[in-house]
C-alpha cells in the first residue's frame, strides 16, 4: 500500500509559479511511474504530467508543456510539480498518483494510487 500526500498549493497571481510536492509511503516508491492530474469545478478529471519510474522520461499535457516540469526525487519519496507562468485556467485541485509499474499513464483509470488533492488558485 502507498499513501499519498501533496502540498504546496495555494493561492497565486497570473504569470506567478508554484511547486507542488508529492510525498509518498512505502518502500517501493522508487519502482512506480507518478502522474499529475488536475481537476477543475465542473470538469472532469484531466492529466497534467508524468514521470517514469527512474525520472528518465517524462510526458505533458499540451496545456503545460513548456511552462510544468515534474520531476522526482526517490531517496526522498516525492515528485514535484514546478509549474511556472501560471494562468486562471490551471486553477483546479491536482493530484498526484502512482501506478504500480515503472513506466507511464495519461489515463487517471491506469493508476493505483491517489492523493487527497491540493488546491491551486490563479487570480486574474
Known amino acids: 500500500q502507498v499513501q499519498l500526500v501533496e502540498s504546496g498549493g495555494g493561492l497565486v497571481q497570473t504569470g506567478g509559479s508554484l511547486r507542488l510536492s508529492c510525498a509518498a509511503s512505502?518502500?517501493?516508491?522508487?519502482?512506480?511511474?507518478m502522474g499529475w492530474f488536475r481537476q477543475a469545478p465542473g470538469k472532469e478529471r484531466e492529466f497534467a504530467a508524468a514521470?517514469?519510474?527512474?525520472?528518465?522520461?517524462?510526458y505533458y499535457a499540451d496545456s503545460v508543456k513548456g511552462r510544468f516540469t515534474i520531476s522526482r526525487d526517490n531517496a526522498k519519496n516525492t515528485v514535484y510539480l514546478q509549474m511556472n507562468s501560471l494562468k486562471p485556467e490551471d486553477t483546479a485541485v491536482y493530484y498526484c498518483?502512482?501506478?504500480?509499474?515503472?513506466?507511464?499513464?495519461?489515463?487517471?483509470?491506469?493508476?493505483?494510487?491517489w492523493g487527497q488533492g491540493t488546491q491551486v488558485t490563479v487570480s486574474s
Open positions: 498518483a502512482a501506478r504500480r509499474v515503472k513506466y507511464y499513464s495519461i489515463d487517471a483509470d491506469e493508476y493505483d494510487y
Open positions: 512505502g518502500r517501493t516508491f522508487s519502482y512506480y511511474a
Open positions: 514521470i517514469t519510474w527512474s525520472g528518465g522520461s517524462t
